[in-house]
């Protein structure tokens, strides 16, 4: 399914500016919905209830929210296809009379979507996904919207916000414990305690930054100065040893995810980190640093050759340009000379030998 039909996927309450055309291609009734949905068994607010149940449920993979209000465009659209008079009715709860019903019709809608809801069994298989997802998913954020399309995928009620959040803290948590350990391992302690005391040092020069906030800055246009730039950085890195670090087994998006918490605040507040959290991120910004510095690096380089090459191509071109030039003059002069009726052969003869003497005398200027 594309990804424009899953932009609601975990959502339990709509935007009031919900358009109409993302209501229509996100929430509408097909003729067999309209079917199941007519009277007697649906009657009243009732039938309205469980349109919007049903919709809801096949867009975001959640039960809607009860007390929360409904979008007018939704509800006009809803009214409009079953054919019931609009209503300004604004929440799941107000259209119906008992929580019986609208229990009852959590379940048709379940039913009618193909959903289940996330049992004990289920709920071991998404801990185990969540663990798998956690390896490369950047922030716990990311952890439960990626485990929302995991449940959704698979035809599971989403559960609840905290509950599913706090199995993703939990799964988050266990891979930063993993990533430690990991440079616990690949990491000398000296490499990280020189590193540490580097990078937060005041670097020379005017401005009294610190070699994090050099590290930090970003490139500059293409040119030699930042070739340069991009070079000493390179040279900075390698001198702590960064490039010898083992760091393979953390994904490289959880790399950059660490890495940027440090680019995002100022050296002063990631010095205050918790020591653990300093060393996971700092180790990370570093390794990261290097690998996008070296890219750069090549790629700068590779531009300049580039324009080396365009300027040395430019000047040959200009070169074969003159000396066809000249040469198009001397067979000018040649010609003059062998079809000159007034000179006898050898005066023919000894003029073409003093045009080669010529040409050759000016070639050895040029070059």
Sequence with gaps: MPGFYLRFVGSDTLPKSLSRREVEECFGLSAEDIHELRPPRFRGTARLGAAVQL?????????PDALSGLPPVLLRHLTSTLGMSATDIASVTSLYKDRATRFGHQLWARQRVGFAVVDDTTKALLADALRELATTAVSVNDLVHQSEHWLFDRRLVLPGDRNLRDMARTAFADQENAALETIRIGVPREHIHRALLHTF??????????VLDWLRTPPGKHGQLTLSEVTKKIECLKALHVHEWKLSAIALNRLKAYSQEVVNRTPSATKNLSPEQRELEMVSFLHVTLLEQTDLAAEMGARRLTDLYRKASGK????QADS????????????????????????????MRGLLVFSAISDGTKS
Excluded: F
């Excluded at 040959?316 to 070169?319: A, G, N, S, Y």
């Design 201 to 210: 040092s005041k670097r020379s020069g005017p401005g009294g930054h610190t």
């Design 316 to 319: 040959v071109l200009k070169k």
């Design 324 to 351: 066809s030039v000249d040469l198009r003059a001397e067979r000018v002069e040649l010609k003059e000379v062998l079809y000159d009726k007034k000179l006898t052969a050898e005066q023919i003869v000894a003029a």
């Design 55 to 63: 919709v809801m449920l096949r867009a975001t993979g959640r039960h």
